[in-house]
Nanobody, 115 residues
Framework: QVQLVESGGGLVQTGGSLRLSCVAS????????VRWFRQGPEKGREFVAR???????DYRDSVKGRFTISRDNAKNTVYLQMNDLKLEDTAVYLC?????????WGQGTQVTVSS
């Protein structure tokens, strides 16, 4: 069993930065592929970024060059560094850890970008 807790969200102006953290409890976190998703107002849940077990990242096009995903397996933590934030980045950000057929979700952290 893995529990995921996100933190680091908040209110920021356009162009600002935030760093989100996804901390996992449980064993073998390094074996999980971890993804960040977001759900904005009146929008469905959308993929933001992914990091493989070996640390290879992948991003949705709209965040490439602005967001960076990384992991510290010693701390059971995945980070999402978000720079040059835009109004459209406003959403609840959730992390997801997947190993085979097993997937765990956190409860999310709110990111609000204002002009």
């Amino acid at each position: 069993q893995v529990q995921l807790v996100e933190s680091g969200g908040g209110l920021v102006q356009t162009g600002g930065s935030l760093r989100l953290s996804c901390v996992a409890s449980g064993r073998d976190f390094s074996a999980y592929v971890v993804r960040w998703f977001r759900q904005g107002p009146e929008k469905g849940r959308e993929f933001v970024a992914r990091i493989s077990t070996s640390g290879n990242p992948d991003y949705r096009d709209s965040v490439k060059g602005r967001f960076t995903i990384s992991r510290d397996n010693a701390k059971n933590t995945v980070y999402l560094q978000m720079n040059d934030l835009k109004l459209e980045d406003t959403a609840v950000y959730l992390c997801n850890a997947n190993l085979g057929a097993t997937t765990y979700w956190g409860q999310g952290t709110q990111v609000t970008v204002s002009s």
